[in-house]
């Protein structure tokens, strides 16, 4: 089990499901701006071979990203650098929130870590993680006794 | 003058009384520069074809729309909300140059560039010495 830093809002992705929990909090969106605050959204869907993330970042430099997976804990590091610098103009509002995030899933399956695949789209990043070989389900074939 | 319509006041009302397809404003900087304004406003996921950005009387509205995460399978977590649209108002001062407004879509970001028009910008007025 690797040491990963608690980040007590991860608790709260259970009641992420629930509408009326999401909107009190807006899960959706940071508002709060500043250094370290940003915790880019998260989604982690099941398919049958395999797991996949999807990490809304917006802005960022996909080569300054770290992967990392220890056991079954997935760990994505990241920075986003601030794009409205104050040396360009006067800030008038600021809510993109700048500096470094650490987003750490534990993931329901094992998986192939030699098979983990990278994407980075419209500042989406997106991670496919192929399931260990016994954790694929198999279709077993019935013979059918007459 | 650039001002940001939905203010977070706003938008945490709205959160609570819109049910949950509707829209999510999502983060954005409004920076003052010489020549006018910046806006930067974040689109994850969001295509330049499902970009909409529209100017009607003094409102720009920017309106993203992002492909859900996948519906039938198995989520295990959920924190993107992406079946709701991303909408943000801005309301534009007249000292803005309607004409000369750009937008560029970059890693899931909306930069636009807001110039002023040439008969307001500040000039400075020599004085004379006599």
Redesign the interface.
Known sequence: MALIRWTPRDEM?VF??D?LF???F??????V?GESAWHP???????KDR??A?L?????DPAQVQIHLQGDQLTIQGERKA??KSE??????????VGAFTRS?QL?YPVQADKVKAS?R???MTIHLPKAEEHVGRQIPVEVVK | M?L?WTL?VE??LA??DAP?NES???????????DG??L?V??????RENLKIDLENDTLTLRGERRA??TG??????????N?PFVQRFALGKDLDRAGIQAK?????V?VTLPRREDTKPTRIEVQVG
Do not use: Q, W
């Open positions: 992705d992420a499901h509408p999401r909107r009190m807006d899960l959706a969106s940071d508002h701006a959204a998260l989604d982690l869907v099941e398919e797991l996949v999807h809304e970042m917006p802005g960022v794009e409205s360009h103009g006067k800030i008038l509002k600021r809510e993109l929130v899933v329901p980075y419209n500042g989406v | 650039l940001n977070p938008r945490l959160e609570f949950c999510i404003a999502p983060a954005a900087d409004i920076v003052e520069t010489d304004f910046r930067v974040e689109m994850p996921g969001v295509t995460t996948e399978k198995n989520v295990l977590l959920n924190g993107r909300s992406s709701r879509l970059e890693n899931g970001l930069t």
